[in-house]
């Protein structure tokens, strides 16, 4: 064995016996991890075990407290077969699937994860020819930036692709979106309706106290407020739509009403409101059956979510999806006064010809 050695770091070191070593109260890296110590730099010497590998010597005036995580792992009494790294850290061996509980994995399985590997591995096992498998600490390891999951070249931006392919991404839905809406044409204005009704609040047992039914034309077919026949208060609501309790005492019930609204509907090839679902919740007991409500269904179509498709597509920053929202990016303007029944009608008619240019071509 040479008297010296150069060390990972290129200080050089000098071979001296166990003894000498003791003699200037050096300290192994096993004594070191006992007192729960570290090094601070390099090895100040080394000698020969037995089997001819190195052991280092640090000075003991140039240590530092260990963090707890250091030495809670195995000393080296509990390493199975261990390994004295190059830097004097001891590594043991164990099977993959230990590792793998403990968060250690090979070099290839992190750069898979898409994390760059530590430089120093953290345990070890052995292939059937014994030649060495290194296990490194995913905790210690960087993680790179995720890449695009379609080409895989570049670093994502949105919705884990890169801008090229995001951007080719939306180009395609794009093309389809316009494609679905630029299909529909041939309506009659006359025979699709549009239509809005305010109500006491939002619930199942709230009721209607206003309806507006329009049609593509651009005639009012019905405009009126609606007396409720159980709710006598609607303080929340009121505050939106500005209908009172005196307003709508002398209005027609619903039930009065229904025979003109099913004339208007039955008369219809569409029924269209901006998130029609709370309105047809509410506006289907104007039928009797379960087939007369489903027939009613069947011929409803709702603005919102045509507008949410068409602001996937087009305005994907974009995440706010109200009657005024699609007003303004798609440049309609109030008609009457905001949010009572009839100004919402004529802006869903608006928006849905905005959203469909050739609906009512021939
Ligand atoms: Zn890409």
Same mark, same amino acid.
């Given at each position: ?12 070191? /000098? ?23 570290? /090094? ?5 010497? +080394? ?5 001819? =590998? ?5 000075? /003991? ?6 963090? $707890? ?9 509990? %390493?199975?077969?261990?390994?004295? %790294? ?8 164990? !099977? ?24 120093? $591995? ?16 995913? !905790? ?27 951007? *080719? ?16 044409? &041939? ?24 309806? =507006? ?16 026949? &159980? ?23 619903? !039930? ?20 029609? !679902? ?6 289907? +007991? ?17 603005? *919102? *979510? ?9 305005? $994907? ?39 469909? /240019? &050739?609906?009512?071509?021939?």
């Amino acid at each position: 064995m040479k008297e010296s050695m150069r060390t990972s770091s290129g200080a050089v070191i /000098p071979r001296m016996t166990a003894e000498q070593a003791e003699a200037r109260s050096y300290l192994t890296m096993s004594l070191l991890d006992k007192m729960h110590l570290m /090094p601070v730099g390099d090895p100040v010497a +080394y000698s020969a075990a037995a089997d001819g =590998s190195p052991i280092y010597y640090f000075d /003991p005036c140039r240590v530092r407290e260990a963090p $707890p995580e250091n030495w809670y792992i195995p000393d080296e009494a509990d %390493l199975v077969q261990p390994m004295r %790294l190059e830097n004097g850290t001891l590594i043991g061996r164990m !099977s993959t699937r230990r590792a793998a509980e403990l968060g250690y994995y090979t070099r290839e399985r992190l750069a898979q994860m898409h994390y760059d590997v530590p430089p120093e $591995p953290a345990a070890y096992t052995l292939r059937g020819d014994r030649s060495v498998i290194y296990f490194y600490d995913k !905790s210690a390891a960087v993680r790179q930036p995720l890449m695009c999951v379609r080409c895989g070249r570049e670093v994502r931006y949105r919705r884990k692709l890169c801008r090229a392919c995001f951007e *080719a991404d939306l180009a395609q839905r794009r093309a389809e979106g316009d494609a679905h809406r630029n299909a529909e044409y &041939h309506m009659q204005r006359e025979r699709v309706l549009f239509f809005d009704l305010e109500l006491t609040g939002v619930y199942e047992h709230d009721e209607i106290i206003s309806v =507006s039914i329009m049609n593509g034309a651009g005639e009012m077919l019905m405009n009126t407020l609606v007396h409720p026949t &159980h709710k006598k208060r609607w303080k929340q609501t009121e505050k939106i739509h500005g209908i009172t309790p005196e307003m709508v005492a002398d209005a027609p019930t619903l !039930s009065e009403l229904a025979p003109r609204i099913r004339g208007l509907f039955d008369a219809a090839d569409v029924l269209i409101a901006y998130g029609i !679902s709370t309105d047809y919740a509410h506006i289907k +007991y104007i039928y009797a059956t379960p087939a007369e409500r489903n027939a009613l269904r069947a011929k409803t179509r709702c603005a *919102a *979510a045509e507008f949410v498709r068409y602001l996937q597509e087009h305005h $994907p920053d974009l995440t706010h999806a109200s009657l005024s929202d699609a007003m303004q990016v798609l440049q309609v303007e109030w008609d009457g006064v905001a949010h009572t029944s009839v100004a919402d009608t004529i802006a869903c008619a608006k928006v849905w010809e905005r959203l469909f /240019p &050739h609906y009512y071509e021939d």
